[in-house]
C-alpha cells in the first residue's frame, strides 16, 4: 500500500495546564493547601507572602488621640528604679525548655535488653527483631524472610533456631505479650504470667491452648461439653480471657508511638440566636502577591516608545512567564475559595434543621447530584470539594463526606436518609438478647415491621459498615 498524508480535523476536549492546577488545588484540604502555597512561592520568585494582611490583621489602625501641651510637657514623677524588671542575679543564665515526646516502643524493649548481658551479634539480632514488630508488638513477619533480610542486607548469617532463640527473650520483656505472631500466642503469653492461676484462670488457659479455633467462632455450647464445665465456669473463663490484652503494643503508652491526626477544619460554621455564620478556615494559609521589584523590573526594561533592549529580551520573557503564572495560581487559590464557600453554603441549606443541634436522625437523603445541580457545578468537582474535607460546628466538627446518604423509602412512600436505618439497626443490636442474637432475615423483618422496606443483602451491608459482626460472633453466655 502506498503511504499517504492526510489532514483529519477532529473535536477534542481537553483540559488546560490553569484547569488542572485548579482542580489538584480544589481537593487539597486546608493543611495541604498551606503546604502548596508555600512551595509555588519557593518555585516561582515573583510570589511572595503578602506581610500586609498579617499587619493589618496583628496591629489595627487605631484613630489617633489628641494630646494637649500640658500632657506632653508633663514629666512623669514615677521613680525610674519602679519601671526596671530584675528578678534574676547576675549568675542566672537562660536556659531553653526542651521538649521530648518520650521513648517509643522500640527505644522502650531496646532498653530492657541492655539489662540481658547478651552477646554482641545477639543484641544485634534482637534489635533488628524489635525493629520489625509492628505499632501492636506482634512480629507479623516470617523468622525465614527476617535471616534472609539479615543475610542480605546486614551480611548476617543466622539460623531460624536462632532467631527463635532471640525472639524468647523478647517475648519475656514489657509489656507481656510483645513479640507474639499471632493472637493466641499473645494471649497465650499474657496467661503465662500469672502466677497462681485460678481454676478460672487454669480454663482460660486451656481454651487459648486447645481450642482457640473454637472459642474464636464462638462456639460456645461445643467447648462447654468438650470441657464439662457448668455455664457459670464457662462464663467466668471468658472474662478471664477478656481481661487480656489483644495489642500488647497499646499497653505502652509513655510516648512516641501516638499516632492520632489532628483535624484541622476547612469550613467554621456559627450558630446563633437561630443564625449561621460560615466562613472557610484560612487562619494558616498565607496570603500571595506578586512582588512589586518585578513589576518595576518589567517597567525598566520597556523603553518609552514601547521597545525593548536585544540584552534584556530574554530576561523580560522569563519574568513575564513568572508573572503569568502567578497570576493564574492566585486566580486558581480565589476560585477554590469561591467554589468551596458556594458547595458548603448549598450543604447548609440543604441540611439546615441537621446543623442546629448535630441529630442525625434529622439528616435528609442527600447524593452529590443534589447539590451538584443546587450550584450549577459538575458531579466531580463536588465530589472534590467534600472528599477530605472537615467543618467545624457547634456539636463537633463533621466529616464533610459523612454528611451524603442515599434514600431510602417508607411504606408511607416518604424517603428518609438510610443515617435513619443505621441508628435503628444500631439500636436494635444493642438491645437485642446476646444468647440468641438476632440474624440478618430477623434485622429485616424487624426493619421491615417499622415500615422500612429493605432487603436482608442491604442488611448485611448496613451491618457491615457499623462494623457489627454477624449473629454467630455476638453470641454471648
Not at 233 to 248: G, H, N, V
Amino acid at each position: 500500500m502506498a503511504v499517504s498524508q492526510k489532514q483529519v480535523l477532529s473535536l477534542q476536549q481537553k483540559l488546560s495546564p490553569q484547569q488542572i492546577q485548579m482542580i489538584k488545588l480544589l481537593e487539597l484540604p486546608t493543611v495541604q493547601l498551606e503546604q502548596r502555597i508555600k512551595q509555588e512561592i519557593e518555585d516561582n520568585i515573583v510570589l511572595e507572602e503578602d506581610e500586609r494582611v498579617k499587619d493589618d490583621a496583628e496591629n489595627p489602625e487605631e484613630e489617633p488621640r489628641e494630646i494637649s501641651v500640658e500632657e506632653y510637657l508633663k514629666e512623669d514623677e514615677t521613680p525610674s528604679y519602679k519601671s526596671r524588671v530584675n528578678n534574676y542575679s547576675k549568675d542566672d543564665k537562660q536556659r531553653p525548655v526542651v521538649l521530648t515526646e518520650g521513648r517509643s516502643l522500640r527505644d522502650y524493649l531496646l532498653e530492657q535488653l541492655r539489662f540481658r548481658n547478651l552477646s554482641e551479634k545477639d543484641m544485634r539480632l534482637a534489635t533488628y527483631l524489635v525493629g520489625s514488630l509492628d505499632d501492636d508488638g506482634y512480629l507479623r513477619r516470617d523468622l525465614q524472610s527476617v535471616s534472609d533480610d539479615l543475610a542480605f542486607t546486614v551480611g548476617v548469617e543466622v539460623s531460624v533456631g536462632e532467631l527463635e532463640r532471640i525472639l524468647k527473650l523478647i517475648n519475656e520483656l514489657e509489656p507481656v505479650g510483645v513479640g507474639a505472631r499471632d493472637l493466641q500466642e499473645c494471649l497465650l503469653l499474657q496467661m503465662s504470667r500469672i502466677a497462681d492461676k485460678t481454676p478460672a484462670q487454669e480454663h482460660a488457659r486451656k481454651i487459648l491452648e486447645d481450642y482457640f479455633d473454637d472459642f474464636a467462632k464462638k462456639h460456645y455450647e461445643k467447648l462447654m461439653s468438650r470441657m464439662q464445665l457448668s455455664e457459670d465456669e464457662f462464663r467466668e473463663a471468658i472474662d478471664e480471657i477478656c481481661r487480656l490484652s489483644p495489642k500488647p503494643g497499646n499497653l505502652y503508652s509513655e510516648g512516641g508511638t501516638d499516632t492520632t491526626p489532628y483535624i484541622i477544619p476547612d469550613f467554621i460554621l456559627d450558630y446563633q440566636e437561630g443564625q449561621f455564620s460560615l466562613s472557610i478556615n484560612s487562619c494558616n494559609i498565607p496570603e500571595v502577591r506578586i512582588s512589586p521589584r518585578y513589576k518595576e523590573m518589567l517597567r525598566r526594561m520597556v523603553t518609552p516608545d514601547g521597545k525593548v533592549r536585544e540584552e534584556d529580551r530574554k530576561t523580560l520573557q522569563f519574568v513575564k512567564g513568572k508573572i503569568d503564572s502567578a497570576k493564574w495560581f492566585i486566580s486558581a487559590i480565589r476560585q477554590r475559595h469561591d467554589t468551596l464557600l458556594r458547595t458548603m453554603q448549598t450543604i447548609l441549606d440543604y441540611q439546615r434543621e441537621y446543623f442546629k443541634d448535630g441529630d442525625r436522625s434529622k439528616l435528609r437523603p442527600m447524593i452529590l447530584k443534589d447539590i451538584a445541580d443546587r450550584t450549577n457545578l459538575d458531579v466531580s468537582t463536588i465530589s472534590r470539594v467534600v472528599n477530605s474535607k472537615y467543618v467545624q460546628t457547634q456539636f463537633g466538627i463533621i466529616l464533610l463526606k459523612s454528611l451524603f446518604s442515599e434514600a431510602m423509602q417508607t411504606d408511607d412512600g416518604e424517603e428518609v436518609s438510610s443515617y435513619e436505618i443505621k441508628n435503628l439497626l444500631e439500636k436494635c443490636v444493642s438491645e437485642e438478647d446476646k444468647r440468641h442474637p438476632m440474624t440478618d432475615e430477623q434485622l429485616m423483618a424487624y426493619l421491615n415491621d417499622k415500615g422500612y422496606r429493605i432487603a436482608r443483602r442491604t442488611v448485611a451491608k448496613y451491618r457491615e459498615m457499623l462494623n457489627i459482626p454477624v449473629a454467630r460472633l455476638r453470641k454471648e453466655i
